[in-house]
C-alpha cells in the first residue's frame, strides 16, 4: 500500500539549533517527492521538487536530500520565522493524478 | 510563476444556504485540480479530484451532492456547498498541478475558511 510517513509529529528547536526532519515512503514508483511549507491558516507553500535518489535541493537554512526510501529536511540555523509546519507529497509514476502527502512536522524555534 | 487563486479566503454562512468556492490557476493550465480539507491540527484531506470537462471524482465518504464541483475550464475549479450546516464549517484548500508537465508539484491556494452558524 502506498503510503508516506512523517516524523517527528511536532520540534521544538532553539533558534540556531539545526535538526532534520524525516519523510519516509513506500510507494510502488515515485515520479517525484515534494516538500512543502504551511503557515496557520495558509495554503501550503511549495518549497522542493526531489526526482532521484541522491538529489538535494537548497533555500537558504533548507536543504532536502533524497534516498529510495525516505527524503530529510535539514534545517541549518534555524530562526522562529522558520517554524511552521512542513509537509512532504509524493506524486506516484504510474498514476501521475495520485499524490500521497504525509501528516506533517509541526517546527517551533524559539528565540 | 504558478500562482493558484483562491477566493473567497473566508465566508460565514448561515444554516441551509449554499456557499461557492472559487480556484484559478493564474499563470498555467490545469487539467486536474484537486480539493481538500482540513481540521484543525491535521493534515490534508482530499475531498475530491476536479477534471476539467467532466465530472469530478470523490473520495470515499465524501457527500457528491453536498460538494458540488465543476471545471468550467483549463483554469477554474468551483466548489459549492450546497445547504451548509455547521459540521461543513472546516478550512477548504484548492491545488493543481500544470497541464502536461507530469513531474511537477501541486499548487496551493491559499484557502477558504468555512464557517456556517
Known amino acids: 500500500e502506498d503510503q508516506v510517513t512523517q516524523s517527528p509529529e511536532a520540534l521544538r528547536l532553539q533558534e540556531g539549533e539545526s535538526s532534520s526532519l524525516n519523510c519516509s515512503y513506500t510507494v510502488s514508483g515515485l515520479r517525484g517527492l515534494f516538500w512543502y511549507r504551511q503557515d496557520p491558516g495558509k495554503g501550503p507553500e511549495f518549497l522542493f521538487t526531489?526526482?532521484?535518489a541522491g538529489e538535494e535541493k537548497e533555500k537558504e537554512r533548507l536543504k532536502a536530500t533524497l534516498t529510495k526510501k525516505e527524503s530529510f529536511l535539514h534545517i541549518t540555523a534555524p530562526k522562529p520565522e522558520d517554524s511552521a509546519t512542513y509537509l512532504c507529497a509524493v506524486r506516484l509514476r504510474y498514476n501521475f493524478n495520485k499524490f500521497y502527502f504525509g501528516s506533517g512536522t509541526k517546527l517551533n524555534v524559539k528565540p | 510563476g504558478a500562482v493558484v487563486s483562491q477566493h473567497p479566503s473566508w465566508v460565514i454562512c448561515k444554516s441551509g444556504t449554499s456557499v461557492k468556492i472559487e480556484c484559478r490557476s493564474l499563470?498555467?493550465?490545469?487539467?486536474?485540480m484537486f480539493w481538500y480539507r482540513q481540521f484543525p491540527k491535521q493534515s490534508l484531506m482530499l475531498m475530491a479530484t476536479s477534471n476539467e470537462g467532466s465530472k469530478a471524482t470523490y473520495e470515499q465518504g465524501v457527500e457528491k451532492d453536498k460538494f458540488l464541483i465543476n471545471h468550467a475550464s483549463l483554469t477554474l475549479s468551483t466548489l459549492t456547498v450546497t445547504s451548509a450546516h455547521p459540521e461543513d464549517s472546516s478550512f477548504y484548500i484548492c491545488?493543481?498541478?500544470?497541464?502536461?508537465?507530469?513531474?511537477?508539484?501541486?499548487?496551493f491556494g491559499n484557502g477558504t475558511r468555512l464557517t456556517v452558524t
Open positions: 491545488s493543481a498541478s500544470e497541464t502536461g508537465r507530469g513531474y511537477s508539484p501541486l499548487h
Open positions: 526531489l526526482y532521484s
Open positions: 499563470d498555467f493550465q490545469a487539467t486536474t
